[in-house]
């Protein structure tokens, strides 16, 4: 039996809310699968790559990248020693929950933590020298930057403290290795799969428990410290650098997805000038 034409029309209203609502749980349950809700970003434009370090010949506004005297990466050895200057303090928060941005920057993934628009104040601090600094995010790169003892590992991460109005102050380091069987248990936070080359227009707003990390930093008993710049364009310096003598041992798999997920992005290591490594 054919239905009327009128019953089609009175039917349609009820199918295209059903049709609606089916639409909606399934971005919820996206939402709830990758860690939160999932919302548009204006993917970076680089005027630069890492296939050519002439980064100083783009524009003046490069020009400290090749003119500077504090430039980072640097080789490190251990031989030198560790530091025993500008020792780090981590705040009691350092090693909690934090709530943020995880996207792919079109070199690797990143995570950024939430904050009001221009104050850093609020986030977890590390104190040197009688400063205090926030941890603004942070990000890998592949392979590492640094080497050690001519050692540069597949991969690299680098946290980045800010001053309370959002200037660029200090960077943690820690190199990133295969060494166990059992994942990261801070990696393992992340939603699988990571965010890809592809994604770079989407962020997921993603909860971390910085607490794993209090035992990879293992009281920073063993560092070095320097002067240093940050790695890409515009090479600004200023940033004092803490790199950890630990390794981030990860899984082979985490370091498979790291991989996968990035693209090379490793600057070339720097000769040593004005950086006073360890002074």
């Not at 005297?69 to 020792?87: C, D, E, V």
């Not at 780090?88 to 350092?94: Q, V």
């Not at 079109?106 to 926030?134: A, I």
């Not at 540069?152 to 800010?162: D, G, S, T």
Request: proline content about 6%; charged content about 15%.
């Amino acid at each position: 039996m054919l239905f009327k034409l009128s019953t089609l029309v009175a039917l349609l209203p009820a199918a295209l809310a059903c049709f609606e609502g089916h639409n909606l749980e399934t971005r919820r349950l996206h939402a709830r699968q990758v860690g939160g809700p999932v919302t548009p970003r204006t993917p970076t434009v680089y005027d630069w790559t890492y296939e050519d370090q002439n980064w100083a010949a783009i524009k003046p506004a490069y020009a400290v990248c090749s003119s500077g005297r504090n430039q980072s990466p640097i080789a490190l050895r251990t031989s030198t020693g560790y530091a025993t200057t500008h020792k780090p303090n981590f705040s009691a928060n350092m090693y909690s929950k934090v709530t943020g941005q995880f996207y792919n920057s079109g070199h690797g993934v990143y995570y950024t933590l939430n904050h009001p628009s221009g104050d850093y104040s609020g986030l977890p601090s590390m104190k040197f020298d009688s400063e205090t600094v926030y941890l603004g995010g942070w990000h890998t790169h592949t392979p590492a930057e640094h080497t050690v003892n001519g050692n540069k590992p597949r991969a690299e991460i680098h946290f980045v403290f800010y001053t309370a109005t959002g200037s660029p102050r200090s960077v943690v380091g820690f190199h990133i290795a295969a060494g166990t069987t059992t994942p990261s248990s801070f990696f393992s936070q992340y939603p699988t799969p990571w965010p890809g080359l592809e994604t770079q227009d989407k962020q997921v707003q993603l909860t971390v428990d910085l607490a794993p990390l209090q035992a990879v930093a293992d009281g920073f008993r063993r560092y070095w410290t320097y002067n240093g710049s940050l790695t890409t364009p515009a090479c600004s310096e200023g940033l004092r650098w803490f790199f950890n003598g630990n390794t981030f041992r990860v899984s082979n798999a985490q370091l498979a997805e790291i991989e996968r997920v990035g693209e090379f992005s490793s600057r070339n290591v720097n000769a040593i000038k004005n950086h006073a490594v360890n002074v």
